[in-house]
C-alpha cells in the first residue's frame, strides 16, 4: 500500500480536482438549454433534440433543390462569348448571353437569349438587349420546319 502524502494530495488538487471543479463551474445551466429554434437571447444553447428537426429541413431543402433541378431538365446559364456558343441557334435550353453581331442574334449587340426546349427539337427563344435605348424585344420558334424569323415586340414610353 502506498503511503499518502501531503505532497500527493496537494497534486492530487491540482491536477485532478481543481480542473474538474472549474470544468464544473463552466457548465452550462439547464435553464440556459432550449428546445426550439426561435430563442434570441444571448447565453442560451439549442438542446440536442433540435438537432434532428434541423437534419430534417436539412433533407427536405436537399430535396426540393433536387427537385427543382431535375424539373429545369439541364436549364442552365451558359455565354456565348466563351467556348459554349457563338451563334444563337445553338442556344437551346438555358440563359445565354450573346456578343455583337453574332450570328442568328436577334441585335446586332449584346443581348440575352433565354431558351426553353420541349420534346421534338422544339425550342422557344426570348432576346432582350443590352442596349439602353432599345425598346423592343424579340422572340422566335424552331419547329419542324427548322428555325422561324425573330419576331419583335416594341414598348414606347
Given amino acids: ?15 485532478g480536482v481543481k480542473p474538474i471543479l472549474t470544468s464544473l463551474g463552466n457548465k ?7 428546445n426550439n429554434m426561435m430563442t434570441t437571447v444571448a447565453g442560451y444553447v439549442l438542446d440536442a433534440r433540435v438537432g434532428k428537426t434541423l437534419h430534417d429541413k436539412d433533407v427536405e431543402l436537399e430535396n426540393a433543390v433536387n427537385e427543382i433541378n431535375s424539373n429545369l431538365g439541364g ?15 445553338a442556344a437551346e435550353m438555358g440563359i445565354y448571353h450573346i456578343g455583337e453581331r453574332m450570328p442568328n442574334s436577334a441585335f446586332t449587340f449584346w443581348s440575352t437569349i433565354i431558351a426553353t426546349s420541349f420534346r421534338g427539337g422544339w425550342i422557344q427563344q426570348i432576346a432582350l ?10 422572340y422566335r420558334v424552331k419547329n419542324s420546319d427548322g428555325w422561324q424569323s425573330w419576331h419583335y415586340i416594341n414598348f414606347d414610353n
Fill in 1 to 15: 500500500m502506498k503511503l499518502v502524502t501531503t505532497n500527493l494530495l496537494n497534486r492530487f488538487w491540482k491536477n
Fill in 28 to 34: 452550462i445551466e439547464t435553464s440556459k438549454i432550449v
Fill in 75 to 89: 436549364f442552365s446559364v451558359k455565354s456565348a462569348m466563351g467556348a459554349e456558343i457563338r451563334d444563337a441557334n
Fill in 129 to 138: 438587349p443590352w442596349s439602353a435605348g432599345e425598346k423592343k424585344i424579340a
